[in-house]
């Protein structure tokens, strides 16, 4: 886990930590309405699967005030 005030902030320290490589495929939540992270949600459920089929690697990154979207998605 890791953290930053921006989604750019935390990805670049992953990629300085290593823990985002060059060859991944990111994916992003960042919309604070539960539409919004159900259609992000959706997308990247497609790429994840496309990832999958080509043996690719992925990375996902959060942002903080979304995940209340998540919750409100799941209950």
């Known amino acids: 886990m890791l953290t930053g ?11 300085s930590c290593k823990l985002i ?7 992003t939540f960042s919309d604070k309405t539960v539409d919004g992270t159900q ?4 997308e990247n459920l497609e ?3 496309l990832c999958k089929r080509q043996k690719k690697k992925k990375s996902l990154l959060i942002e903080g005030e979304t995940i209340g ?5 799941y209950l």
């Not at 979207?69 to 998605?73: C, D, N, P």
């Open 47 to 49: 790429i994840s699967e």
């Open 5 to 15: 005030d921006k989604l750019e902030t935390a990805e670049n320290i992953a990629r």
């Open 69 to 73: 979207s998540f919750l409100i998605f």
């Open 39 to 42: 259609k992000k949600m959706e």
């Open 21 to 27: 490589q060059q060859d991944m495929t990111i994916m």
